[in-house]
């Protein structure tokens, strides 16, 4: 979320305790004097900690806990989308500390503010000067990828360097790599013009990895040794994350009766810009109902309109834009834009501009991303403008990778509805990776939206999947790893100046590893589940069905007011390395249901709010 968390949330409803309980908001003094002794006692539980945690497992809720409340079934009202299948990825990712190494791999660490915290399986290697790490390729492919750590500057500008990648027989490969995209110091402003500070003497660094594509020139065989080295001439010692593998797809080529950028004699450079070109063509081709054909190239563009029409590149390895603002601006009628890369240069993030968005403005209903690679961008694509445009209906994305990013890959915001992102990888956002936000400023409330089948890998700040308010939603088949710092695998939330949620909210056969974090924002440590209920009350439909929860860095759920929460239920959850499968915080008010959990190991409920709190497991 980029500016929720600004001057426009500090302005919202701050969560007090004074304000839950009625002092604040008019409550009939016969409720105040019932307030009293409960958050006497919530207290006293808070201090007794664990322990009278482990009794609360083992006796009914204490009278005065609400009971559950029986539900009328929510009508069910059709998504325009089908959820599709998963799509079998494409790449294969090879862990650094699961290769070989003339270098160091640090202990496992969640630690904020160390690489480890923010590197994928939180394990890294170290390569000082003339140090490697070595893999065996398990499959063949004729492109990598590697997420690396290059140090900062002394000034926070960044600097360049390489890497040689050797792969057989091929020879050796030069893979640049570089610290200006990421490291970010300090105390975020949230809402700013610059959120994260450049000046590396402010102390706190966040955002350590970047990442560096490399198409070689012919394909490696399965069983290939490739060897990435330090080379000994340089005089940074360096980490590598990981490397993937992939096979780079045929160049597509121009469909039946296009157009072609090519005719438009675009300088198609990276250097000469190509905007005005860019945005000459579209209109052409939309005046003329053809597709716009964009071979393979690098053309380097500023902000273009695209109003309709169909932008199809010849794939998201072959047609890349690239610039410091590249973008593509919709101008609300329907577009598809499919097969292309948008490689921004944003170092910074502006809460209050959506320069460095790839995408940006209101498609129209019915529109399509499909397959697009971002990279170096603040958003991929914030939906609409608060307070201008009304999000679009049946906006689908499907088949992207958005990576490195400042803050949201995706927000459906400002009343997106019926919309879908599906098979999509997002690595490196910073902030919530998919969300899908419904501010009361920003219009009505969205609704049926859907993440299905997404893969989400170590968003430095916030969470994998995050829901702000409206409804109903379907989050399916998600994959999310490595959480750093206020965050969750999956957060449902009442916040933000939100809508409250209205319909029902099923999360689904979600994979969730390493998710949670050790504190968050309002406080406390927060599970790779977690459900928020801190400005509104949430009486709504939240359920969650089979999701499979692995080694969390603090509870499976964790559940927390201090409005009320009804009508949630987790079924089938199943659960591996969980210590505490629900952490219940205290002042959470409201009830939760539990059914049919299968826990690997030792597991425990923690209620620190049984007297407002039901917490039931079946
Ligand atoms: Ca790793």
């Given at each position: 979320?980029?500016?929720?968390?600004?001057?426009?949330?500090?302005?919202?409803?701050?969560?007090?305790s004074?304000?839950?309980?009625?002092?604040?908001s008019?409550?009939?003094p016969?409720?105040l004097t019932?307030?009293v002794?409960?958050?006497?006692?919530v207290?006293?539980?808070?201090v007794?900690?664990?322990l009278?945690?482990?009794?609360?497992?083992?006796?009914?809720?204490?009278?005065?806990?609400?009971?559950p409340?029986?539900r009328?079934?929510?009508?069910?009202?059709p998504?325009?989308?089908?959820?599709?299948p998963?799509?079998?990825?494409?790449?294969?990712?090879?862990?650094?500390?699961?290769?070989?190494?003339?270098?160091?791999?640090?202990?496992?660490s969640?630690?904020?503010?160390?690489?480890?915290?923010?590197?994928?399986?939180?394990?890294?290697?170290?390569?000082?000067?003339?140090?490697?790490?070595?893999w065996?390729?398990?499959r063949?492919a004729?492109?990598?990828v590697?997420?690396?750590?290059?140090?900062?500057?002394a000034?926070?500008?960044?600097?360049?360097?390489?890497l040689?990648?050797?792969?057989?027989?091929?020879?050796?490969?030069r893979?640049?790599?570089?610290?200006?995209?990421s490291?970010?110091?300090g105390?975020?402003a949230?809402?700013?013009?610059d959120?994260?500070?450049s000046?590396?003497?402010?102390?706190?660094?966040?955002?350590?990895?970047?990442?560096?594509?490399?198409?070689?020139?012919?394909?490696?065989?399965?069983?290939?040794?490739?060897?990435?080295?330090?080379?000994?001439?340089s005089?940074q010692?360096?980490?590598?994350?990981f490397?993937?593998?992939?096979?780079?797809?045929?160049?597509?080529?121009?469909?039946?009766?296009?157009?072609s950028?090519?005719d438009?004699?675009?300088?198609?450079d990276?250097?000469?810009?190509?905007?005005?070109k860019?945005?000459?063509?579209?209109?052409?081709?939309?005046?003329?109902?053809r597709?716009?054909?964009?071979p393979?190239g690098?053309?380097h563009?500023?902000?273009a309109?695209?109003?309709?029409?169909?932008?199809?590149?010849?794939?998201?390895w072959?047609?890349?834009?690239?610039?410091p603002?590249?973008?593509?601006?919709?101008g609300?009628?329907?577009?598809?834009v499919?097969?292309?890369?948008?490689?921004?240069?944003t170092?910074?993030?502006?809460?209050?501009s959506?320069?460095?968005?790839?995408?940006?403005?209101?498609?129209g209903?019915?529109?399509?991303?499909?397959?697009?690679?971002?990279?170096?961008?603040?958003?991929?694509?914030w939906?609409?403008?608060?307070?201008?445009?009304?999000?679009?209906?049946?906006?689908?994305?499907?088949?992207?990778?958005?990576?490195?990013?400042?803050?949201?890959?995706?927000?459906?915001?400002?009343?997106?509805?019926?919309?879908?992102?599906?098979?999509?990888?997002?690595?490196?956002?910073?902030?919530?990776?998919?969300?899908?936000?419904?501010?009361?400023?920003?219009?009505?409330?969205?609704?049926?939206?859907?993440?299905?089948?997404?893969?989400?890998?170590?968003?430095?700040?916030?969470s994998?999947?995050?829901l702000?308010?409206?409804?109903?939603f379907?989050?399916?088949?998600?994959?999310v790893?490595?959480?750093?710092?206020?965050g969750?695998?999956?957060?449902?939330s009442?916040?933000f100046?939100a809508?409250p949620?209205?319909g029902?909210?099923?999360v689904?056969?979600n994979v969730?590893?390493r998710?949670g974090?050790?504190?968050?924002?309002?406080?406390?440590?927060?599970?790779?589940?977690r459900?928020?209920a801190?400005?509104?009350?949430?009486?709504?439909?939240?359920?969650f069905?089979h999701?499979?929860?692995?080694?969390p860095?603090e509870?499976?759920?964790?559940?927390?007011?201090?409005?009320?929460?009804?009508?949630?239920?987790?079924?089938?959850?199943?659960?591996?390395?969980?210590?505490?499968?629900?952490?219940?915080?205290?002042?959470?008010?409201?009830?939760a249901?539990?059914g049919?959990?299968?826990?690997?190991?030792?597991?425990?409920?923690?209620?620190a709010?049984?007297?407002?709190?039901?917490?039931t497991?079946?």
């Amino acid at each position: 979320m980029t500016w929720k968390r600004g001057a426009e949330a500090a302005s919202k409803r701050e969560p007090s305790s004074i304000r839950a309980n009625g002092s604040a908001s008019g409550v009939k003094p016969a409720r105040l004097t019932l307030m009293v002794p409960v958050r006497v006692a919530v207290v006293a539980v808070s201090v007794l900690g664990t322990l009278s945690v482990a009794v609360s497992c083992l006796v009914p809720p204490p009278a005065l806990a609400p009971p559950p409340r029986v539900r009328e079934p929510v009508p069910v009202t059709p998504y325009a989308f089908e959820v599709p299948p998963a799509l079998a990825k494409s790449t294969l990712l090879l862990e650094a500390e699961a290769g070989s190494t003339t270098g160091s791999i640090p202990e496992f660490s969640t630690q904020l503010y160390t690489a480890g915290a923010e590197a994928s399986g939180r394990r890294y290697v170290s390569l000082a000067p003339g140090q490697s790490v070595t893999w065996r390729a398990p499959r063949s492919a004729d492109s990598v990828v590697v997420r690396y750590s290059y140090p900062d500057s002394a000034d926070g500008r960044g600097k360049d360097g390489a890497l040689e990648l050797r792969v057989s027989a091929l020879p050796t490969q030069r893979l640049p790599v570089t610290s200006r995209f990421s490291w970010a110091y300090g105390k975020p402003a949230w809402g700013s013009n610059d959120v994260w500070a450049s000046e590396p003497r402010r102390g706190s660094p966040r955002h350590f990895w970047d990442e560096s594509a490399l198409k070689l020139p012919s394909a490696f065989a399965a069983g290939a040794t490739l060897t990435l080295l330090n080379p000994a001439s340089s005089e940074q010692t360096l980490s590598v994350d990981f490397i993937e593998l992939e096979t780079v797809p045929p160049e597509l080529t121009a469909p039946q009766g296009s157009l072609s950028f090519a005719d438009y004699q675009p300088a198609a450079d990276g250097v000469g810009d190509d905007t005005a070109k860019l945005e000459h063509a579209l209109a052409d081709a939309a005046q003329q109902k053809r597709v716009l054909y964009v071979p393979a190239g690098t053309y380097h563009i500023a902000s273009a309109q695209m109003n309709e029409g169909t932008l199809q590149g010849a794939g998201m390895w072959r047609t890349r834009f690239v610039g410091p603002t590249a973008q593509l601006r919709f101008g609300g009628e329907p577009v598809r834009v499919a097969d292309i890369a948008i490689f921004g240069g944003t170092t910074q993030r502006d809460d209050k501009s959506d320069v460095g968005n790839a995408f940006t403005g209101r498609p129209g209903d019915g529109s399509t991303l499909e397959r697009i690679w971002v990279e170096h961008m603040k958003c991929a694509f914030w939906v609409a403008k608060a307070g201008e445009e009304r999000g679009p209906t049946r906006l689908r994305i499907s088949g992207c990778r958005f990576r490195d990013l400042m803050a949201d890959a995706v927000n459906f915001c400002n009343g997106t509805t019926d919309s879908m992102v599906d098979n999509t990888e997002v690595r490196n956002s910073g902030d919530d990776s998919l969300a899908a936000w419904s501010p009361e400023h920003g219009g009505p409330a969205g609704g049926h939206n859907t993440f299905a089948h997404d893969f989400i890998q170590s968003p430095w700040v916030a969470s994998g999947i995050a829901l702000y308010g409206g409804g109903p939603f379907r989050v399916i088949g998600n994959t999310v790893q490595d959480t750093v710092t206020t965050g969750s695998g999956i957060y449902v939330s009442a916040n933000f100046g939100a809508h409250p949620f209205t319909g029902a909210v099923e999360v689904t056969d979600n994979v969730l590893t390493r998710c949670g974090a050790h504190e968050s924002d309002p406080g406390g440590p927060t599970g790779a589940i977690r459900v928020l209920a801190s400005d509104l009350d949430m009486d709504a439909e939240f359920l969650f069905r089979h999701d499979t929860v692995r080694e969390p860095l603090e509870s499976a759920v964790s559940l927390q007011g201090p409005r009320r929460m009804t009508g949630v239920r987790f079924e089938d959850l199943v659960l591996e390395g969980v210590p505490l499968i629900a952490d219940v915080r205290p002042g959470a008010r409201g009830d939760a249901t539990f059914g049919r959990v299968t826990v690997q190991g030792e597991a425990r409920y923690r209620n620190a709010s049984q007297f407002l709190f039901a917490l039931t497991h079946e």
